[in-house]
């Protein structure tokens, strides 16, 4: 059983707010589509919204009740803007959030960590999703997929570290269950991939699957660090670089079974992802 109500999906084009959007939409759920150019997304009410100018949050909040969050991009500590939208969210009568946050991460953490840890006292219903990586990263305009395309190669700090990548469609199809179900999680949820694997095995993955040969360089954090201040702030370069390095150190090498728990199925596996997309 699933309530009903109008969700407004904040980044609604982008890698899962789209999905989700497009799921509800499916599902028979009215949904606002939020972005900063109001882009359509098929069966659902365009709406524009930045995080960065709070004229826009009143329009995109009006008639909702509960909200899927992404938050600002390459912001070192978002929660200078997305506290008080959320205090807003609350008074206008929003009763479930949903935050898209990360594995490597808690509450209290850096990033997303201090919404993570307020979202509990200003909704009755919320859930933080913590996916691990992202499946995605490897293809479409992400740096890892552009290096891959270019010049064969995936550039991390990451050593021999693991992590259990996971498919977007999966972090969806949770995300959908979070928002509609009758009862929210009120809870953080982990969400994984089957397996942990290196970038090495993420590699010899897409070489066997598109026969052109990939390999994986191994960057200091230092080297990473400096080659990421060129395209995005220091402190945030920083902070993604040393994500890497926590990897290397074994801070991602598990897997759970939240995916299948939430969604009654098993989450895709790095290879089938794969062959589903680049072949």
């Given amino acids: 059983m699933t309530t009903t109500g109008t969700t407004l999906v904040v980044g609604a084009t982008g890698t899962t707010g789209s999905r989700v959007a497009a799921r509800l939409a499916a599902g028979g759920h009215r949904v606002k589509a939020a972005s900063r150019s109001s882009t359509p997304v098929p069966d659902t009410e365009p709406v524009r919204f ?12 009006r008639d909702t009740d509960r909200v899927y ?24 009568g929003v009763r479930r959030a949903v935050l898209l946050s990360s594995s490597a991460v808690p509450a209290g953490g ?17 859930a933080v999703l913590r996916p691990s990586w992202f499946m995605q990263n490897f293809t479409g305009e992400h740096p890892h997929a552009r290096s891959i395309r270019e010049n064969g190669t995936i550039l991390t700090a990451t050593d021999e570290g693991r992590v259990a990548f996971v498919d977007a469609d999966d972090i969806a199809a ?34 066997q699957v598109t026969g052109r040969a ?24 920083a902070l993604l670089a040393g994500l890497d390095r926590d990897i290397a ?3 991602e090498d598990r897997t759970t079974g939240t995916v299948q728990r939430i969604t009654g199925r098993p989450p895709r596996g790095f290879r089938a992802f794969v062959e589903r997309e680049l072949t």
């Fill in 50 to 61: 930045d995080w960065y100018d709070p004229a826009s949050h009143g329009e995109a909040l």
């Fill in 69 to 92: 969050l992404v938050p600002p991009i390459g912001h070192p500590d978002p929660a200078d803007v997305m506290l008080p939208f959320l205090e807003q969210a609350r008074a206008v």
């Fill in 110 to 126: 850096p990033a997303t960590g201090r919404v993570h840890q307020a979202l509990p006292g200003l909704f009755e219903e919320w």
């Fill in 174 to 207: 949770v995300a959908a269950h979070a928002l509609t179900g009758t009862r929210a999680p009120n809870t953080d949820l982990v969400l994984t991939g089957p397996q942990a694997l290196s970038h090495d095995d993420v590699a010899a993955v897409l070489s």
């Fill in 214 to 237: 990939v390999t994986h360089r191994r960057l200091t954090y230092e080297q990473l660090r400096d080659r990421l201040t060129t395209a995005m702030p220091a402190e945030f370069a």
């Fill in 249 to 251: 150190g074994g801070a």
